[in-house]
């Protein structure tokens, strides 16, 4: 997955430290209850839509952007459903980031699961009891996008 130019010209500047990103994960429902998942093209494990926002870039429009690119399917954005800081994380190459994600939980209003594109290795829909391996903050994400609450999950 290409690295985007906002963030190259970032680590030009603080080189492999630690950068604050803010990233956006779509938990996409279809009518039948299943969750759209991706295999992702960089590690072949299994995962919610998601990616980060680009400057400027308002975090809904995000979101429905990377559906898109990542699995070829359209989305309605219907509700946040969880805001998350991650552990930080250090890239192969030694770059460090930790992302604050927003979750939302989309419904599919076109398109269908597709994956041409140069991010995924396979798109599918998965019934909710029977998901794949996944870490356990993906299935958390999902989880959350599951409950009825009135705002948005985050720890206290």
Known sequence: MPVPDFLLALRSHVGHGLLPLVGVTAVVVNEEGEVLLHRRADDGRWATPGGILEPEEEPARAVVREVREETGVEV?????TS??????????????VQFLDLAFRCRP???APDASGDESLDVRWFPPKALPDMPQRILDRIGHAHEDRPGPFYLT
Do not use: C, K, S
């Open 76 to 80: 309605e954005v219907e509700r946040l």
């Open 83 to 96: 805001v998350l800081a991650q552990e930080p994380f250090t890239y192969p190459n030694g770059d460090r």
């Open 109 to 111: 209003v076109g398109g």
